[in-house]
């Protein structure tokens, strides 16, 4: 995709994304309809009314491209193009009316094996918004990200004892064990931990050298493909290893201590 195509996608991008934040904002302190729920998850009609809202929006201008999203996928399957939608990334802080959750965009394309992610796509386009700081992340390939317009960077921070760390720890039994042994390896090494709920911010905060690094284990690929394409495209390091289906295990860090930091098992 040619570099003006990533620029029109980008503003599509951001378009849907401050709709979607602005049902998410009108919302937050709404009584909650409950689609499903676990002890560890929960799906609101929100979430599907914001992916509704930002696919339409997609695809007023660009109607070839696919969708892959949270609550479900749309267009053909093998279409060279395809967003990637969370449409409210951390649910369950917003289901209990934290103000701190976003909407997660991504544009990838396929390339191949050698690509980015196990399917072979590749991310050129990442928004990340969120509506109740109303602050908007944005990157297109080969050009630094920006936080509402202005160019960010990971930190440079080289000592773990100096660094604040988040983990995020996935929704299965499986996971949670996975995860436990990376928590504490990491709490004694670091200054702090921050477990906040909402990964592509989680991502985005490192992107902006607000978090040095974090670490999840069985997240999603619509949590991840746009804020770990800003940690890539501000200077960052973003390891990750697919489990399952459009599942993975990632460490998201500033690069200078990628060695120092456990991968989720």
Not at 33 to 55: A, G, N
Request: net charge positive; with cysteine; glycine share 8%.
């Amino acid at each position: 995709m040619r570099q003006t195509d990533q620029t029109r996608a980008l503003a599509a991008a951001v378009l849907a994304a401050r709709a979607a934040g602005k049902l998410m904002r009108a919302n937050l302190r709404a009584r909650k309809t409950i689609s499903s729920s676990t002890q560890y998850d929960i799906k609101l009609e929100l979430d599907v009314r914001c992916q509704k809202l930002i696919e339409r929006s997609l695809r007023a201008r660009f109607p070839q491209i696919a969708l892959l999203g949270e609550e479900g996928a749309s267009g053909d399957s093998h279409a060279a193009q395809r967003w990637v939608v969370d449409p409210i990334d951390g649910t369950v802080n917003f289901s209990y009316s934290v103000p701190h959750a976003c909407v997660s965009i991504a544009l990838q394309e396929r390339t191949g094996p050698a690509a980015g992610y196990a399917d072979g796509y590749e991310t050129l386009v990442g928004v990340v918004y969120d509506p109740f700081c109303d602050e908007l992340w944005t990157a297109t390939k080969g050009r630094p990200p920006r936080l509402n317009g202005i160019p960010i960077r990971v930190s440079r921070r080289r000592k773990l004892k100096e660094s604040l760390v988040a983990i995020g720890f996935a929704k299965s039994p499986e996971d949670l064990q996975a995860t436990l042994p990376a928590f504490l390896q990491v709490v004694p090494r670091v200054r702090k931990i921050r477990i906040m709920g909402a990964a592509a911010l989680s991502l985005a905060y490192v992107a902006t050298g607000r978090f040095d690094a974090y670490i999840e284990r069985g997240i999603s690929l619509w949590d991840i493909a746009a804020g770990g394409f800003l940690v890539e495209c501000a200077g960052g390091d973003f390891w990750r290893e697919p489990r399952t289906d459009h599942r993975y295990r990632m460490v998201a860090s500033n690069g200078l201590l990628a060695r120092q930091l456990p991968r989720p098992g």
